[in-house]
């Protein structure tokens, strides 16, 4: 039962233009969202965050957008650039549980 | 500024052969976990612990054990290798399981069971 979905395995963007990762999830109790980055041979590394009381964070290139309603989120990143290429999890958890990770998808940044 | 730190990186095991997966971190934090990743799939939690002497187990712990004697070490057993155990592993740490608390994890330890 694979409550935290990302249905795009791969995206290909084009340098400078707006790359956006999308995340669906199923449980509903869920309220802080997580996006990590994972370049190969490496762990993942925290992005970026949003709790349930907002509908939007920002952090530079990097916002993430919270659509409660329709258990979404997504992830923009402007503008894309060569090093942002790796794998983009999301990951979602409710208070004083562990963090439930989406399958990742894997964005490649064409220069 | 090491963090979390996996040995060994890469590891070929033999099936009902045992080995321990060692996660060392420096940043005094309670929190660590051990996550596996399969092919196409995301980060499935093995074990968990929320301080010395304290572990518990996540969504995938047969097969695994873990012991947590220092704040610092989190070793991963795995006492007879089956193919499914075939997957790459991730040890992480957190300062505490507060909503706003992001884990760090460490490079990663890629094991085939053959």
């Known amino acids: 039962d694979q409550q935290v979905k990302q249905n795009s395995p791969s995206l290909s963007v084009q340098e400078g233009r707006i790359s956006i990762l999308n995340c669906d999830y199923t449980n509903s109790m869920f309220d802080y969202f997580l996006w990590y980055k994972k370049y190969p041979a490496e762990g993942p590394t925290f992005l970026i965050s949003?709790?349930?009381?907002?509908d939007k964070n920002e952090d530079g290139r990097f916002t993430v957008f919270l659509n409660k309603s329709a258990k979404h989120l997504s992830l923009h990143i402007v503008p894309s650039q060569p090093g942002d290429s790796a794998v983009y999890f999301c990951a979602a958890k409710r208070e004083n549980e562990k963090l439930t990770f989406g399958t990742g998808t894997r964005l490649t940044i064409i220069p | 500024n090491a963090g979390v730190t996996q040995t060994p990186k890469f590891r070929i095991l033999k099936i009902g052969q045992s080995m321990t997966l060692q996660c060392t971190q420096d940043?005094?934090?309670?929190?660590m976990y051990w996550y596996r990743q399969d092919p196409g799939m995301g980060l499935k939690l093995i074990y968990y612990?929320?301080?010395?002497?304290?572990?518990d187990k996540g969504e995938v712990p047969n097969g695994y054990n873990v012991s947590r004697s220092t704040t610092e070490d989190f070793p991963l057993r795995l006492e007879l290798a089956a193919p499914s155990q075939t997957s790459v592993y991730f040890c992480?740490?957190?300062?505490?399981?507060?909503?706003?608390?992001?884990?760090?994890f460490g490079q990663g330890t890629r094991l085939t069971v053959v």
């Open positions: 940043m005094n934090h309670n929190y």
């Open positions: 612990s929320v301080g010395a002497g304290i572990t």
């Open positions: 949003i709790s349930s009381i907002k």
């Open positions: 992480a740490s957190s300062r505490d399981d507060l909503m706003n608390t992001e884990a760090f």
